[in-house]
């Protein structure tokens, strides 16, 4: 088991361009979810994957940003078009399906937008 | 819609003495409950949950969270502080949705503990 891994963990990128990270769960884990993390403030749900497919969105989650988990392993999140207010911390976590099953967050990738 | 308020933004202690952060959620039933903790620049790592029987969980580290149902709270303790326990701390609830949960946690804004020698 080597925990929830990011990719990258740090991005710096120009207002207007396309950014995508990638977040690998615990192997045997089905749920997947990201969350976002402004300065100050607790991580907030952005949106959750069983298994491949995409059960909820948060509103957070605007026309420009996408999340796939397209073999049920691992997920991209991308954002298009990036704004100064996206910088933050995305934290991935994965848990297994047991009830109430404890979510194991990976490091996260911090986004800083220029 | 559910909420959780963790009241301290910032505590400072010495080393040594002991510490009780606090926790209160918005929510008509009882949610499952969570503690975790946040080095910088770093993720969450789980300290302790809560879900049913005993009201008074250990965690690691140390710390153990104590269950309050009719105060709506499930505040977190350690009787001596290590000055490694220097982080931010997050108190979290996940929907209990008639068994149907899943992972979804709400989070409070976070209590930054500074440990002083």
């Known amino acids: 088991d080597t925990g929830v891994s990011q990719d990258p963990r740090h991005k710096i990128t120009k207002r207007g361009q396309n950014v995508t990270f990638r977040c690998d769960p615990i192997s045997e884990h089905n749920r997947l979810y990201w969350y976002r993390q402004t300065l100050g403030q607790g991580p907030e749900f952005l949106t959750y994957f069983q298994n491949e497919a995409q059960l909820e969105k948060s509103r957070l989650l605007s026309d420009r940003f996408s999340a796939e988990r397209p073999k049920g392993s691992f997920s991209t999140l991308e954002i298009q078009r990036t704004e100064q207010g996206d910088s933050a911390m995305y934290l991935c976590?994965?848990?297994?399906?047991?009830?109430?099953?404890?979510?194991?967050f990976g490091q996260g990738t911090r986004l800083t937008v220029v | 819609a559910q909420s959780v308020t963790q009241p301290d933004i910032h505590i400072t202690v010495s080393e040594g003495a002991s510490l009780e952060l606090r926790c209160n959620y918005s929510?008509?039933?009882?949610?499952?409950l969570f503690w975790y903790v946040q080095s910088p620049g770093q993720g969450l790592q789980l300290l302790l949950k809560y879900f049913s029987g005993d009201t008074l969980v250990q965690g690691i580290k140390g710390f153990e969270a104590e269950f309050k149902r009719s105060q709506s709270s499930f505040n977190l303790r350690k009787p001596s502080v290590h000055w490694s326990d220097a982080a931010e701390y997050f108190c979290?609830?996940?929907?209990?949705?008639?068994?149907?949960?899943?992972?979804?946690?709400?989070f409070g804004q976070g209590t930054i503990l500074t440990v002083h020698p």
């Open positions: 929510y008509g039933a009882t949610p499952y």
């Open positions: 979290a609830v996940l929907l209990n949705a008639g068994g149907t949960s899943y992972g979804k946690l709400t």
């Open positions: 976590a994965s848990s297994s399906r047991d009830r109430g099953a404890e979510a194991f």
